[in-house]
């Protein structure tokens, strides 16, 4: 028995503890930058005011994670995130392609505890921080509301990582909230005059048929009037989870100090509108319906944002601006809401797209006035407009990789982040990015430690596509607008053969267009036009343009609707060839074209995007010429991904035993060696609700083989699903060869790797 007599006051069980860096907010951004830190050596502390990980990711509120792919619904083609938050991504897929929030939890927490150097503090929030001098901090306080415990955790480098800027906040760094005005930065979509009106919170329910009659009687609080809610005929019995994003209210409120206000609203509506889809009549089909599960956090889009030492603006995003200190990118619309939310009359969001992927420098990852604070998340230096678009999880996670990234590069060095640009240290902080990959658009990785870079690189076969086989199955009326993306060399294209099948006598119009930016993805330049006449049966369409590729870039041969012929369609997919459609994904404005004012400062363009699968096959042609474009050079290119090309070694899909060898004059000592294979870039992989037809993407080598010159086996996996493969070894190995045998993914897709690099000591 323990017995205290009272009287004195006490203190809280107190804890002390010194590490390299500290990282405070354990959502999306918190964890990548965590990850990526401690796996370069660097000790880290993740302290996370909540009992899971992931922020608005979480099971507490249930948003699914996206970023530049945007539901695949713009012209950001393979541009899922690379690096730490792909891993994740693949993962949750493969562990979890249904979606449940509740598995997503698991796989992040199990990514965080198989760290060693990460010392993870749940339900600890940070109240306090200590400095050592004005612009320096030494250490910061939290408190654990499960053990009842005070953490005081020193480091010479700190993350903010919270989402409201809890710690900078405290601290002293300069930062904003609400619009800018128009003036400032010169943003065409900005508003004339800066006001203090922000982005929302919003609150989530799902939705359960017992089978059985369920009955609802409405909280005291619940809105008894739903009609209060413009938008109140949107709610229905199908529409639940994130769906319900426009769920949302708080932008006229202190979207920090008022969140517990803005939550009991939010509840209002949500009980409100259970209360009418129960119990209005209006909808008999929820008579056996119940709520599975209410939000209890609310989701929120933005409060503070810090400054750097510089601040990305709408042109950064629109014009595609580039930066000496790139480190990731984006690509989700410039997407600002309402500030009235839910009660307002106005569409719950514009979403204005950008013609491709944007880059994202360094400057805006740090505190321009506390220099030793690093920000990772949605608080980076960005106008409100900017924000618009940076502020989406996946986005944040990649950026906040590169924060990671970062701060193992300054603890190396012994510098502080402003400091590494000064100190000509930012390509090499790109150089350890790209090793990763970690993508930054415009960036190759030229790497003088890769052995690859100087072998001789070949392989039993190449691809060379000249044709994509008509499916017997696989022939479709051309209902909207489509066209086969095809990787071209500069110069004349050779002529391509498709086929299509006709009632009666028609006319089809194909164009050949490619993008004005050699690495977007949006087909704005037509080249040429030419007007087929069709006939009743099968017609052979030879296509031979004479316009020019004026660089090496995707082409675009494009059929305009016309749904009295139909085209012949291919069940083979293959590495960095696709077909898109000019269709609609309301979810994210697209309407097929945005036509936006052009005072607002935004490019008209048409959205031409991918079919998810198991639909979205390739338009069956043939190409007697050949396209030479998946050689086994491609893999020491330094790019990992589709973009002006399909940057991959592709095997012929006959070749029974595809391997590829790189050779060196000399015997190599080799410690490591990185594979990254093919996980479908161009699938945004949403982490939660939305549900995936497979969990490991076709173009994935599952099985292949690792053998030294001797052909001993060095590796060997027999069902890989991740894009990144890094074997060590205990002992380095000794070679002048290394052979990588891989199997065909499947009959219809062939093997593909992305890129291979091998390191010695």
């Known amino acids: 028995m323990i017995q205290h007599d009272g009287g004195e006051k006490r203190a809280l069980h107190a804890i002390e503890l010194d590490t390299d860096l500290v990282i405070v907010g354990g959502g999306m951004s918190g964890v990548c ?250 909808f008999p089909e929820a008579e056996t319906m119940t709520l599975e599960w209410v939000g209890t956090i609310p989701g929120k889009r933005e409060s503070r944002r810090f400054e750097g030492d510089y601040m990305m603006v709408q042109q950064d995003i629109v014009q595609q601006r580039t930066h000496p200190d790139a480190v990731a990118f984006g690509g989700w619309s410039i997407d600002l809401h309402p500030a009235d939310g839910v009660f307002s009359e106005k569409p719950g969001c514009n979403q204005y797209h950008s013609k491709g992927v944007y880059q994202i420098p360094f400057r805006t990852m740090y505190s321009r006035n506390i220099s030793n604070l ?109 066209a086969q993306m095809v990787p071209l060399s500069a110069g004349k294209p050779g002529a391509f053969i498709f086929h299509a099948t006709a009632e009666e006598d028609t006319q089809l119009e194909v164009e050949f267009r490619i993008s004005s930016s050699a690495e977007n993805h949006t087909p704005d330049c037509t080249l040429e036009r030419v007007i087929l006449p069709i006939h009743p049966g099968r017609n052979c369409l030879r296509l031979d343009f004479g316009a020019l590729m004026p660089y090496t870039s995707y082409a675009f041969v494009t059929f305009l609707r016309n749904s009295k012929v139909q085209l012949h369609f291919s069940e083979q997919r293959v590495t960095g060839i696709l077909s898109v459609f000019n269709t609609v994904n309301k979810a994210v404005s697209n309407f097929g074209k945005q036509t936006p004012d052009p005072e607002i400062g935004f490019d008209e363009f048409e959205f031409w995007t991918p079919k998810r699968r198991p639909n979205g096959h390739n338009i069956a042609f043939r190409y007697p010429e050949g396209l030479h474009v998946f050689g086994a050079a491609n893999v020491a290119n330094g790019i990992d991904r589709p973009v002006a090309a399909p940057n991959a070694w592709v095997a012929d899909l006959n070749d029974p035993a595809p391997q590829l060898s790189i050779s060196w004059d000399q015997p190599q000592s080799i410690k490591k060696i990185d594979l990254l294979f093919d996980t479908d870039y161009d699938h945004p992989m949403e982490s939660v609700l939305m549900g995936h037809p497979e969990a490991v993407m076709p173009f994935c080598v599952r099985n292949y083989v690792v053998k030294d010159e001797q052909g001993r086996v060095l590796a060997r996996a027999t069902d890989n699903y991740q894009t990144l493969n890094q074997l060590v070894f205990a002992e380095p190995v000794t070679t002048r060869t290394l052979v990588i045998e891989v199997s065909h993914p499947s009959a219809q897709t062939p093997a593909a790797i992305l890129s291979v690099r091998a390191y010695g000591e």
């Open 33 to 282: 930058a965590a990850i990526t830190a401690a796996r370069k050596g660097t000790k880290v502390v993740l302290l996370q005011d909540r009992p899971v990980l992931g922020g608005n990711a979480s099971s507490e509120v249930r948003l699914w994670m996206l970023g530049a792919t945007s539901h695949m619904g713009n012209n950001n083609r393979w541009a899922r995130e690379g690096g730490v938050v792909d891993e994740i991504m693949v993962e949750n897929t493969y562990r979890n392609p249904e979606g449940n929030p509740m598995i997503f939890d698991l796989v992040l927490l199990d990514k965080i505890v198989s760290e060693p150097n990460i010392t993870l503090l749940l339900n600890t929030a940070v109240y306090e921080v200590e400095k050592s001098d004005p612009d320096t901090i030494s250490a910061v306080k939290g408190f654990c509301s499960q053990n009842s415990t005070v953490y005081t955790v020193k480091a010479p480098l700190f993350c903010d990582a919270s989402g409201d800027g809890v710690v900078g906040f405290i601290a002293g760094a300069a930062f904003r909230m609400g619009a800018e005005a128009k003036e400032e930065f010169g943003e065409p979509f900005a508003p004339t005059a800066a006001y203090g009106e922000l982005l929302g919170h919003s609150l989530f329910f799902y939705t359960k048929d017992t089978g059985q009659p369920v009955k609802f009687i409405p909280p005291s609080y619940a809105l008894a009037d739903i009609t209060k809610i413009p938008r109140f005929r949107q709610f229905n019995t199908q529409l639940q989870g994130c769906k319900l994003w426009w769920l949302e209210y708080g932008g006229r409120l202190d979207t920090v100090h008022d969140t517990e206000a803005i939550k009991w609203e939010l509840w209002r509506v949500i009980y409100g509108a259970w209360n009418h889809i129960k119990n209005s009549g209006e």
């Open 374 to 482: 690093l920000l990772a998340g949605r608080i980076i230096s960005a106008s409100h407009v900017a924000f618009g678009s940076t502020r989406v999880m996946a986005t944040a996670a990649h950026a906040a990789q590169a924060v990671g990234m970062a701060a193992d590069l300054c603890l190396e060095k012994g510098l502080l982040p402003a400091q590494l640009a000064d100190n000509g240290l930012i390509p090499e902080l790109q150089k350890r990015l790209l090793r990763t990959g970690h993508h930054i658009p415009g960036l190759v990785l030229d790497d003088a430690a890769d052995l690859v870079q100087q072998a001789s690189i070949s392989a039993s076969s190449e691809l060379v596509l000249d044709e994509l086989a008509e499916s017997k199955t696989l022939i479709l009326p051309i209902q909207e607008s489509v």
